[in-house]
């Protein structure tokens, strides 16, 4: 006689102890769950609505400044340092954690027009409308936090400036880039190509001896401070503002423009943009890639930021307004990758989240696993109709629907346009131009 004896380890099914939660036993065969899709469907569904509705991505306001913030500055080597320059010529350094102003100093006549901080956090150098460089000691609580360490007195106006991000050495632009060592009192390197003026410079954060700068003549160029000439340069139709460089791609960077775009070259192969970035209704100020090199942030005219993903359909994924921010001068991007500050013209500086529903504060594992399970549900199912409406709908001021609207009727009409004139030409005559090569006039030089 054979009897059948059912034995089952207690250490399967018990728990460890009172806390830990109870074991659920799951066959993952597809054939036992056949709604396995529409309930993930579901789940994905509910997640993209919980994300609009739990959206609250603006923080906070640092106010103080009596005049427009036109330049903003982050510290190298503290993540809760700021420093601000506003157009009365005043600088002050925040506390983000406290969200307080920690020091101010009457730094120039006029405004501000750049601020760098150094590799090592110590100094910050500013440049104004007075014609003088000043050096400055980063530490608040230091004897001689109110005056400068260095002045240096220029030929002409400085319009921007930026720090080595390894050695002691800066750029300056106004008529010329001129390349500075910390220790002297007149620059090292000057670089000149042209007669038009410099609005900004930047060096790169990975080939640290590469820098780029725009130009009024609608040019972009770049240098290498090992070399005693300018490298190359790209002419697109109207002027750029700022451009910025990729901190994880090294030969790529991106150029804010007037004509409300931005767009992204790689400086290997300037002859095309590698993606333009469109949806702004108004003249792009400012530019900052996310610390990840992912995701830049722009801020513009037309009173709005905008978060882009650098590879893709070159629209924003996120926009954020207030009702009281006016044309936004200046943006950066934290280095954790979670905040955005932005300056603007009402005299403001505001932290918003650089993803706007996502919880702050310490996260369980349970919630981290939910949250990390419905991020690849979302993703999942991003392109099924409902989830996809739900996820890129934004609310926005009506002077920027209306805005929004007619750049479309116009770009519209100019597509149709060069159809009906493409259909009643010869063959050939009318050519194909893409979004990428529309906007560039001059090749760039060999």
């Known amino acids: 006689m054979k009897v059948k004896v059912l034995s089952r380890n207690p250490d399967d099914y018990l728990r460890e102890t009172k806390r830990d939660i109870h074991k659920v036993f799951r066959n993952y065969n597809p054939v036992l769950h056949p709604f396995e899709a529409p309930r993930e469907y579901m789940r994905a569904l509910n997640a993209t609505k919980l994300d609009r509705v739990f959206a609250k991505p603006f923080l906070a306001s640092l106010d103080g400044h009596r005049d427009g913030v036109c330049c903003l500055c982050k510290h190298r080597k503290r993540l809760s340092y700021l420093f601000s320059g506003s157009c009365d010529g005043e600088i002050r350094q925040w506390n983000l954690t406290n ?49 400068p360490i260095n002045t ?17 050495i800066y750029a300056t632009c106004g008529q010329s880039v001129d390349i500075w060592n910390m220790e002297r009192s007149e ?4 670089y000149k190509w042209g007669m038009d003026s410099i609005q900004s410079v930047k060096f790169n954060p990975v080939e640290t001896n590469l820098c780029i700068s725009t130009v009024s003549d609608r040019s972009i160029r770049l240098y290498d401070i090992r070399a005693a000439v300018p490298l190359n340069k790209v002419t697109l139709k109207l002027r750029s503002n700022v451009a910025v460089w990729n901190p994880m791609e090294a030969y790529n960077f991106t150029a804010a423009n007037e004509d409300h775009n931005l767009y992204t070259f790689d400086m290997r192969k300037l002859d095309f943009a590698l993606n333009v970035h469109t949806d702004h209704t108004d003249a792009v100020l400012d530019v900052d890639y996310s610390p990840t090199g992912r995701e830049l942030v722009s801020g513009s005219y037309d009173r709005t930021i905008r978060i882009f993903p650098v590879s893709g ?57 939910a949250a990390d399970y419905n991020e690849k549900l979302k993703l999942k199912y991003a392109y099924h109709p409902q989830v996809k409406r739900i996820a890129r709908h934004r609310h926005v001021p009506k002077t920027i629907y209306q805005a929004m609207k007619e750049k479309k009727l116009i770009k519209d009409s100019q597509r149709k346009k060069e159809q009906n004139l493409r259909a009643n030409s010869k063959p050939g005559t009318v050519p194909r131009v893409p979004e990428k090569l529309k906007h560039i006039v001059l090749p760039p030089q060999e």
């Open 99 to 147: 969200r307080q102003c920690i020091r101010t100093l009457q730094g120039h006549t006029g405004f501000v027009r750049g601020l760098a901080c150094s590799p090592d956090g110590k100094r910050f150098i500013s440049v104004g409308d007075d014609k003088t460089v000043k050096h400055w000691n980063s530490d608040p609580l230091s004897e001689e936090r109110d005056i």
């Open 187 to 190: 620059p090292v390197r000057v």
């Open 313 to 369: 359909t070159g629209h924003s994924r996120e926009v954020y307004h207030t009702k009281r921010m006016q044309r936004v001068f200046t943006v950066k991007w934290s280095a954790d990758n979670r905040y955005i500050l932005s300056g603007s013209d009402e005299t403001n500086i505001r932290m918003w989240k650089a993803r706007a529903s996502e919880k702050l504060g310490r996260m369980t594992p349970r919630e981290k696993a």
């Open 152 to 168: 240096v007195v220029a030929k002409s106006l400085y319009t921007g400036v930026d720090h080595h991000w390894t050695d002691s």
